[in-house]
């Protein structure tokens, strides 16, 4: 089992910073993929942005040039570092992985989610 700890959100006003983090944990497990996805109220979980094992990278169009995504294949974290921040941008947001887990299956895992709220 692979678990995804996210941490890092909070409340924000417009134009400024947060960073996220999100640690995987467990035994004998590779991660692939991983992304950031965030879900506002009354809306569809939407993708925020991806990075491949490689470090190739991916961001919706409303997020690109203020978010970065990132990170340490040897400690199995990711962070997204979010810079002049919307209102819009306010929602829980989620960490997402995929890879092989110990038992040489295919995993897919998500964090419990945390609130990124943007307001003056």
């Known amino acids: 089992q692979v678990q995804l700890v996210e941490s890092g959100g909070g409340l924000v006003q417009p134009g400024g910073s947060l960073r996220l983090s999100c640690a995987a944990s467990?035994?004998?497990?590779?991660?692939?993929?991983m992304g950031w996805y965030r879900q506002a109220p009354g809306k569809e979980r939407e993708l925020v942005a991806t990075?491949?094992?490689?470090?190739?990278?991916d961001y919706a169009d409303s997020v690109k040039g203020r978010f970065t995504i990132s990170r340490d294949n040897a400690r199995n974290t990711m962070w997204l570092q979010m810079s002049s921040l919307k209102p819009e941008d306010t929602a829980v947001y989620f960490c997402?992985?995929?890879?092989?887990?110990?038992?040489?299956?295919?995993?897919?895992?998500w964090g419990q989610g945390t609130q990124v709220t943007v307001s003056s």
């Open positions: 990075i491949t094992i490689t470090g190739v990278t």
């Open positions: 997402n992985a995929n890879g092989i887990s110990s038992s040489a299956r295919p995993f897919v895992s």
């Open positions: 467990g035994s004998g497990f590779r991660v692939n993929a």
